[in-house]
């Protein structure tokens, strides 16, 4: 078990945006295929990190256990408007809390900034669901994906 003491944050830098790409194809993978499931995607360079990491450095957290990278969240602030465009953790580490700290310091980037308004953009994953009305955000709308057959 890992001691939540272990666990560090720090800002991102460009060096985290490899890792951090692997860390989101995790954690949506989990959401699609569920635990163990294998793929062959291979993450692309994830531009909106990089920019996000030029026009709002400080909105960029990352969350590491021994050096390695386990989770990150990048915010940006437009006036009073806080939008957390990010908040990835690697499936082995949830649990340890490192989503609510991610969210928690991304949420001070925004008051720090003058931010009156918080939001986000997520997917309709339950667990990311509680975090985020845990800390007052409440979801206007649920949108579903369904596939398979029209016919009976």
Not at 73 to 85: C, K
């Amino acid at each position: 078990m890992i001691d939540e003491h272990k666990i560090s944050y720090r800002l991102m830098t460009e060096s985290d945006i490899a890792p951090a790409a692997y860390v989101r194809k995790a954690a949506l993978e989990s959401i699609d295929r569920g635990p163990g499931a294998a793929s062959k995607w291979v993450p692309t360079f994830p531009r909106t990190v990089q920019h996000l990491l030029c026009t709002d450095p400080h909105g960029s957290v990352a969350a590491e256990i021994d050096g390695l990278i386990v989770g990150y969240a990048q915010a940006f602030v437009r006036g009073d408007n806080w939008v957390l465009s990010q908040l990835f953790v690697q499936p082995e580490a949830h649990s340890l809390g490192v989503g609510a700290a991610l969210l928690g310091r991304a949420e001070d980037y925004g008051r720090a900034n003058g931010a009156r308004i918080f939001s986000v953009v997520s997917t309709a994953q339950p667990v990311s669901q509680a975090l985020y009305m845990r800390h007052g955000m409440f979801a206007l709308g649920i949108g579903y994906r369904m596939s398979g057959d029209l016919e009976p």
